[in-house]
């Protein structure tokens, strides 16, 4: 024969707490016994041996409880009615975040880049703007006879500047001067 063990868990708030883990040991227990809280925060632990035993209750959220030399009567239920557990707070550690800037400004669609000397001194292309631009990563040279198309653009949707002043032909959008 043996006993059984009933208990339910409820919160600071008196609302049913779902998921605790119950760990029954003892010397009469084989093993590691035990149950988890239902919906309503209740549990039991079927066919334990008679004789006193610990109960371990946890749960990631609460603090744990711990009810030792509990008695277990051959045929008979030991209830340890509701059990209150109380809000368990954790120490986190410092978090430094650290990382560069987004090159990509979320807060405009214009796109740019600069070339410098030394990206093309040594490189063969032709030495004027239109043909350098080809060499920035989001630009491509067009086979349709529209120059570059850049950053997903055709050649006639962009916009060519040159020391802060505009060489885009106003009529097609291609560029419209020429300048070593």
């Not at 066919?47 to 209750?57: D, S, Y």
């Not at 214009?110 to 920035?136: A, Q």
């Not at 989001?138 to 040159?162: L, R």
Request: aromatic share 6%; hydrophobic share 35%.
């Amino acid at each position: 024969m043996t006993g059984d063990l009933r208990f339910s868990v409820i919160d600071s708030l008196s609302d049913p707490v779902p998921g605790v883990n119950a760990v029954v040991t003892g010397p009469n227990v084989q093993g590691v016994r035990g149950g988890v809280t239902n919906d309503l925060g209740f549990c039991s632990v079927l066919a334990l041996a008679p004789g006193k035993i610990t109960v371990r209750l946890s749960h990631t959220a609460y603090q744990p409880v711990v009810f030792e030399e509990v008695l277990i009567q051959l045929g008979k239920t030991t209830s340890l009615g509701e059990i209150r557990v109380l809000a368990r707070t954790h120490d986190m550690p410092e978090l430094v975040i650290s990382g560069q800037q987004l090159s990509i400004d979320p807060r405009t669609t214009t796109y740019g880049s600069n070339l410098r000397p030394s990206d093309f001194e040594n490189l063969p292309v032709e030495r004027n703007y239109r043909s350098m631009i080809s060499l920035l990563l989001q630009s491509n040279t067009s086979f349709f006879g529209d120059e570059v198309n850049i950053a997903g653009a055709t050649g006639f949707e962009n916009k060519y500047f040159v020391d802060g002043v505009e060489v885009t032909d106003p009529l097609i959008g291609a560029s419209g001067t020429n300048l070593p």
